[in-house]
């Protein structure tokens, strides 16, 4: 789909042209068109048009949970490419009117904040999160005692983890392979029952129809009742939690293959966890299950900053009546590096643009900044606990577990007060594809003066120009969980959209 410049379409013109269309038909047509981009990109890797595609999918994703939540059956037109591309560029060229000759900084915040985190997860690739949901929710002892042992797994999914990873890679593969939707009953049939041992098809099914899946009345139910106005296309998609629509003919609908891979990722697994803890009712056991997270993710990052050879890392140091340090220390020959690490995700309204009032990024980023500039001053008095300064540069790198897309608008500078010396915040996921480039580097340390912040630099929220590069330990996790429970290809499944 060619994309031309429109001129500025209100949010209400655009949620009208999304309702002449009949819904069933619109969410066919949304998740034909992303099984497209997502065919495009394998077959077309790195090039300009690659990365366009990447944000057509995530527009049209969004554009699926405005028809699910604003549209009917009760309409006539015919759902085709040229509708659905007519319907893609009318989104990208949508504003609220509040932008109109807008000077006010918080209007515009809002407004690009909520358009990054529609465009920006659709340019990570999704297999790192794969693998770190392994590691962080598994029980490789590597990375500290687990979240929740197994058995506990499967008394919330009804199967093992490894196993429900493996059922949602399945429907993946069958959002890509059969574009328009996938029978419930061709799952259930002889040629495709064997991707789905040793769990069986049947009770995949119930695992799907309880994590992934939802009929589609419910999500049009769930997005009329979190959209509070109907202006607002953006803040709400009830395709976030449920990404795959069960139409009243069995037919499971996807409106974005990678909405599938997003819902089993880190983000997606604490949601789960959340849930199998009753957070509101069971205050105590939430807090429980985020600091086990907390001290499991830590740990974590600690092992992927292992493997730089060339460098010593010091864990948390204790000092002085129990008082504790960064999280950990890189010491090189050139620089000490301060790394606090924190096992956050934006919430809705930081993603939304309400900060600093509502949103968490003073909260979180804020106070990991203040715990570098803390240990900061211990190392610059020569505190004896910490490894001495001996005239060598130091520098902040905050880890969170989730991006903050949002952190590079210039606005936040407003918000979040740099650390004491030059810091440095990003993403396991940046932090992932970085390391690999550290890990035999003699000169590690004046690479990482060269990828941080520098004297002068406001926050940082990238490793540039350290190149991107395969990670070791995310690779040998996906690699023996591809291998023991021999993932689905899409070529197994049957072709063609259901009918």
């Not at 976030?240 to 009243?248: C, F, L, Q, V």
């Amino acid at each position: 789909m060619h994309h031309r410049r429109n001129l500025q379409v209100r949010p209400a013109e655009f949620r009208q042209r999304v309702r002449r269309f009949p819904r069933d038909d619109l969410l066919r047509g949304i998740a034909q068109a992303s099984a497209r981009e997502v065919l495009n990109r394998t077959s077309s890797p790195d090039t300009h048009e690659e990365k366009l595609s990447v944000v057509r999918e995530g527009y049209l994703f969004q554009i699926a949970g405005v028809c699910v939540t604003h549209c009917n059956n009760h309409r006539n037109p015919v759902v085709d490419d040229a509708a659905v591309g007519d319907l893609l560029d009318g989104f990208f060229s949508t504003r609220p009117p509040e932008l109109d000759g807008s000077r006010e900084l918080r209007t515009w915040q809002r407004y690009l904040s909520r358009v990054a985190y529609i465009q920006m997860p659709y340019q990570l690739s999704p297999w790192e999160p794969l693998a770190r949901t392994l590691c962080l929710f598994g029980e490789d002892r590597r990375f500290g005692e687990p979240v929740f042992e197994n058995r506990r797994w499967e008394a919330i999914l009804g199967i093992t983890l490894e196993e429900f990873l493996k059922i949602a890679f399945i429907m993946y593969a069958a959002a890509v392979r059969n574009p328009g939707g996938i029978l419930r009953e061709t799952l259930l049939a002889p040629n495709v029952r064997p991707a789905f041992e040793p769990v069986g098809a049947e009770r995949a099914l119930q695992v799907v129809d309880s994590w992934l899946a939802r009929p589609v009345a419910d999500l049009a139910q769930l997005g009329q009742e979190e959209t509070l106005d109907p202006d607002d296309l953006w803040r709400f998609n009830p395709f976030y939690e449920w990404p795959i629509a069960i139409m009243d003919d069995g037919t499971y609908v996807t409106p974005s293959p990678l909405g599938v891979l997003r819902r089993f990722g880190p983000q997606g697994m604490y949601f789960i966890g959340r849930d199998a803890v009753d957070a509101d009712a069971n205050p105590d056991a939430f807090r429980a299950f985020t600091k086990a997270l907390g001290l499991r993710f830590e740990r974590y990052i600690g092992v992927q900053l292992g493997f730089i050879q060339h460098a010593q890392l010091h864990p948390e140091i204790v000092y002085d009546d129990e008082q504790r340090s960064v999280d950990y220390i890189i010491e090189t020959p050139e620089v000490l590096v301060l790394v606090e690490v924190k096992s956050v995700a934006p919430n809705i309204d930081t993603r939304s643009g309400i900060f600093p009032d509502n949103g968490d990024v003073e909260r979180n980023i804020q106070r990991a900044c203040q715990q570098i500039t803390k240990s900061a001053a211990l190392i610059e008095q020569g505190h004896p606990d910490f490894p001495a300064l001996d005239g060598r540069q130091m520098r902040g790198l905050v880890v969170t577990r989730e991006p903050y897309f949002n952190l590079p608008l210039p606005f936040l500078t407003d918000v979040v007060q740099p650390a004491s010396i030059p810091t440095t915040v990003v993403s396991s996921q940046e932090l992932e594809v970085a390391i690999p480039a550290l890990y035999e580097a003699v000169d590690c340390g004046t690479a990482l003066l060269g990828a941080l912040a520098s004297e002068g630099d406001a926050v940082k929220t990238s490793l540039n120009p350290l190149p991107v590069d395969r990670n070791l330990l995310l690779d040998e996790i996906a690699d023996r969980w591809r291998d023991e429970h021999r993932l689905i290809d899409p070529e197994e499944l049957p072709d063609g959209p259901a009918e």
